[in-house]
């Protein structure tokens, strides 16, 4: 792992800007042999794609995914596999009055103080349209898994300021994730959710909220500790999407309020023999290992960086100076983050089962 | 980064068990040049060691660190630095009921589901006395920075169970930390947390809580996005620690109730020409790159695993069984988790120091 | 390093087959503020590209580059710079009865024992034709130690068969190479090259050499000992492209027949104060770190593996058979190989440039 | 990999100076399950250690190894293992008359151009006593690869100075290498090897020579091209070993005058179906990756720096000065570095192994 480079044994390396020529990914270490085309992968875009609804930006950006490199008669060869987005709703003179500010909460100040100059147009390489490459890549991760394990991935809004639903995250399907405008499966908490974001948006103003994620299927034994357990690199993967501000693994933050004997997971054996938890307080990883329980966890969101009122800010020089946003923005990424949080457990996970395959290699030919 | 090894250009790789013969640490990738004894490291283990008060278990370990290499004459060389801690009071024997037991809340049914066997005494490799180690490197990432950059790092405890201290951290001395046996800074709320541990320990249960982290003196400028954000590092590194659940920078989940425009930290430049921010509900980070700001955040604790109350599990072959655990344990690893949870930030900040240098080499001469 | 990628600060990640739709590579971890232009890359490919002469395939591609990302307004921005390449005159039909045979001294088979299928047109990712992205990602690496350290490299043919240059590689310029078809800079050994080469074509076989290389202007210190010397890394570069067999650093396995009072090279102090040595039978490295002294190796290139005389081989199902190649192919890659190996020598002192800069990072603010 | 790391999954960092307190290694990615104990480790050990011979230093060292962790009842756990060995018979105030002068040959200029300061006795990390961490930790890679697939290594010494022996690698067994105080396995050259190596200790002076190494039972399919191709990862291998200066695969620099259809290796289904080749000029690697022959390829080693003649040279300070070295020195590192070689070809098919099973996971549950 190391700047555009995510994970050690499956390893996505992302590239490209906002209004730059394009965006993409190169996907190096996924086994060879899996059936892959664009179709595999389209979908998965196509959730997180700006113009969606009302709720998203308008910029407009089909987001047709191109495989490159790595597949040969529709399937995996080992090769790198390098998958390409263009941009073609970049406009770059949006961003003209904003050259020469700093805007608050994006990264224009600190790009500058570390590298000394910034591509201002949309934020460039710091900005969320970034993701697209992350998700393009999750679904091949996705692919693997869903074949190999019959692993599955499910994300959904669980609050919005401070609107909040109450889930049972073991209950939640796809189709109901999809038939809420802010991906909240709860329909009249997706429904209080939508006439909040109104009124945000009328005053001119954004929103955050927060993730939950859970993530079924997968084999007791994956992570690598100390280091790589499965909730620190969980954690890493989450923190490095755009805006997100905090994570929590199964109770998180509930935990502490409550005594080691109420949250200990007492084990038993079920009818097929299997080892299990009777709760799920760890959220599926005990010593940062697989339990073979969900994976459940939840993220934070801070409310989106660009609104529509003035804000002080400073110049490039220095100088104070107060200015508003203009164009295309959501009100409130959460519904398009939830597919990048989808896509991002994807990717943790596809690595963690190839450096466990690496690890466990047989001691002795069987 | 990868199982046992942290970072990327300024990097820690671990080792040793609980009851094995010893515990250690590799530095690679420290710069030359710095003075360095086993006086510059033996303070912050001492902080870490058990058997401190009444509230931490009663092992006696001396925890005399050794440095084996990578210095000469009082100054690191470039060479790889190891430091190593003898084991002395170790009771495998104590363990001995456990040999075939799975306990609720630790890593012993994850380590055998993965590897097929484990090292039962103590929770072995899984066991938190491997933080020794990480707290004896991150003692000499902290020399360092403190030395090119006067970085300071403080970290107290914020929370235990229900009892909540409410503390400016940008208040917070060292003095006043070390001050608490529970490293509470705010006597009052120590005094409370206390009473409940107390309460707690003579219920034979065990309790979490919170850790606040508030690094200062960091240069704008550090952290490689799209994915070695600060935040993202950060998270990775204190999801790491064992028993910890939950990660927030700066205003975290707090910041999902907010509105951008409350949550937007104003830019402005002071007295001395510097660009800051009017609020830090970043916590220090913008687009994953330093702002210049402290750097804040917020970890959680579960409950100690091992209580003295009867529990449910399995033994190693399924079979149904019930136990108490013995021995020696910490009611609440707080306090114990203060000084490690500043080591993993000075080595989170060490190799972003060192990535910094790196990658933003001179492109001419100058 | 691993797979696909290339170095550990300067990283370079490849991707694209011989006849797929694309070949390309990203850079991560390019500094910011370098001016970068497809002129700045172009120039090598053409050196590269295959059709230059009747000693190279037939095969037309325009090897046309493409900046898909990581500049901005035509500096280096710090973010992954994606260089790209279509292909344009690929006929994957020339390969179509090769399609269940495995060519002697290519990677057909075990490609295919490795991961159970393969792309056999053109060799797929195994084909010299992936170079193309190594020599467009070289020349990134170049401008920017050129601007930084005026460092120059030069690769040249030095034998080819058993007709051999001797030349002072000192004494090389970039023209004396380019006047030569074969890039051999001595013209009379040239001219001897090229009539063995056109004996060795009617014979319908193929022929090896090797190549030497010189890399001036490095400064004292770059490498990183133990493993990563700066020995190491360029032996790994360059038994890295494909067909190479075999190198040496300075005197290399003339050495070995050397005693020490002979091959040692003395120091002086030279009229500016800086420490050199007499003789430069190290070839520019002593311990594995950069003397400031020229560095010079040499690489072995094995005859192309595709010549068409008849050959023995077995189908992928396991039955003998013969066959002949057909259709374009070099006779001796070596003249393109020169720009090769030029682009991994650059891409070496890239990452070692970088490294060296994060780890004598300063201990003390200056 | 980097610094004092070798390995991506089967890694290996190495700490320690020649008169420092102890030398030792760090295995992380060594499976679970492998019987392992220090008489594991040690035989390797003894073939390596200081003073079997006449023909090598009388530093006394026993070298007796010590295994701190991750093992358990004499299996390994899967957590990091952690080798020791104690510098006894230091001798640094043998080094002190050298304390300012660059001795040519040796890494005392540039380790100092490098990092401001150096360890000046006996070349402190520089020294070749590093290597006998390696030793330590190769022999645990041979465990493991010897019970998982009975592949077997050795090496031995081919030529010094002029003296040189034509040998069938295929027919070199290790009770041969032994009984040759130089490890040459033929008893003839090894006796003129012997001869010609008196004369040039009485003239004070030291020689060279090469090692010629073959693996044989590693299956076909290993490698990671395009950059961690076998022979191109056995290249940095070898050439990260101290006063190693060159390498070659297979035929190397001799199939540079050979005709592409004299080299390629014709293709055959042998009596047990396996498909092998007629000839291995390859030495063992096509397009990077294990054909299932033997691996063979050979080690150029430049004379030993250190002789007893006269020296010209500069101290610290760039004056001009003479020496001549003093104390316990090989005329001739040849035959301790023979196990060194084999230790690194271990750990090099180690990390194969072990990358070759994580991107060989399977795609689908079977």
């Not at 050259?99 to 949309?122: C, E, I, M, N, Q």
């Not at 084999?219 to 690199?233: M, Q």
């Amino acid at each position: 792992m190391s700047g555009n480079t995510f994970g050690t044994m499956f390893r996505v390396t992302t590239f490209g800007e906002s209004h730059g020529a394009a965006l993409g990914a190169v996907i190096d270490g996924c086994p060879a042999g899996l059936a892959l085309t664009t179709e595999d992968i389209q979908p998965a875009l196509d959730r997180r794609r700006p113009g969606q609804s009302a709720w998203t930006t308008q910029r407009r950006e089909a987001d047709q995914i191109q495989i490159l490199s790595g597949t040969f008669e529709g399937y995996t060869t080992g090769a790198p596999i390098a998958l390409l987005l263009h941009n073609h709703d970049a406009k770059p003179e949006a961003y003209d009055h904003l050259r020469d500010v700093f805007r608050p909460g994006h990264a224009d100040f600190t790009w500058s103080a570390k590298h000394g100059l910034r591509d201002h147009r949309g934020g460039g390489r710091a900005s969320a349209r970034e993701t697209a490459a992350r998700v393009a890549a999750g679904a091949v991760a996705a692919k693997w898994l869903q074949s190999a394990y019959h692993i599955n991935v499910i994300a959904y809004v669980e609050s919005l300021l401070d609107v909040s639903a109450s889930i049972d995250p073991e209950s939640v399907s796809r189709e109901a994730v999809e038939a809420s405008p802010l991906r909240c499966p709860d329909p009249e908490t997706s429904s209080q959710m939508l006439e909040r974001l109104a009124a945000i948006r009328q005053a001119k103003d954004s929103a955050g909220g927060t993730i939950r994620c859970i993530a079924t299927g997968a084999p007791a034994g994956w992570g690598e500790p100390v280091f790589d357990r499965v909730d620190a690199l969980l954690a890493y993967a989450m923190l490095s999407i755009p805006a997100s501000k905090g994570f929590e693994m199964g109770s998180g933050f509930q935990s502490c309020t409550m005594t080691g004997s109420a949250h200990n997971d007492a084990f038993y054996t079920n009818e097929s023999g299997e080892i299990r938890t009777r709760t799920n307080h760890a959220g599926g990883s005990l010593g940062g290992i697989t339990t073979g329980m969900p994976i459940v966890f939840r993220v934070a969101f801070k409310p989106v960086a660009t609104h529509f009122l003035p804000q002080e800010s400073v110049t490039t020089s220095g100088a104070a100076t107060t200015f508003s946003a203009r164009g295309r923005h959501d009100p409130c990424v959460l519904p398009r983050a939830v597919p990048i949080v989808e896509a991002m457990t994807w990717l943790t996970l596809a690595d963690l089962a190839a450096q466990h395959a690496a690890y466990t290699h047989p001691v002795r030919v069987r």
